[in-house]
């Protein structure tokens, strides 16, 4: 069994012919992109992306589920609950009285 120095030489090594194969890999697809523009007469241009679902995008507003009446402070009811429907529960408080 190889020892761990050994080991750790043979990582680099296939790290650096990994790095290498790679480079010449987009080498060759850098050169089959040029090969196929040339052949349809497509520019930079041509290439643009094309319209993709966005990512992250807006997210619809949801509507507000709880109001504190002293503060006006609203909540819908996602996530972590606010500290003042919190602390109205451990007073308690239903929080059904809170509903909108």
Do not use: C
Request: proline residues 4%.
């Amino acid at each position: 069994m190889p020892s761990y120095q050994e080991l750790l030489k043979q990582i680099e090594t296939l790290k650096k012919q990994a790095d290498t194969a790679r480079q010449n890999e987009i080498a060759d697809a850098v050169a089959k992109i040029h090969q196929i523009m040339d052949q349809y007469g497509l520019t930079i241009k041509d290439l643009g992306r094309r319209a993709s679902k966005p990512k992250g995008g807006k997210r619809a507003k949801v509507a507000v589920k709880y109001r504190d009446p002293a503060s006006g402070a609203t909540w819908t009811g996602r996530g972590r609950a606010p500290k003042w429907i919190v602390e109205a529960e451990a007073a308690g408080k239903d929080r059904k009285k809170f509903l909108v």
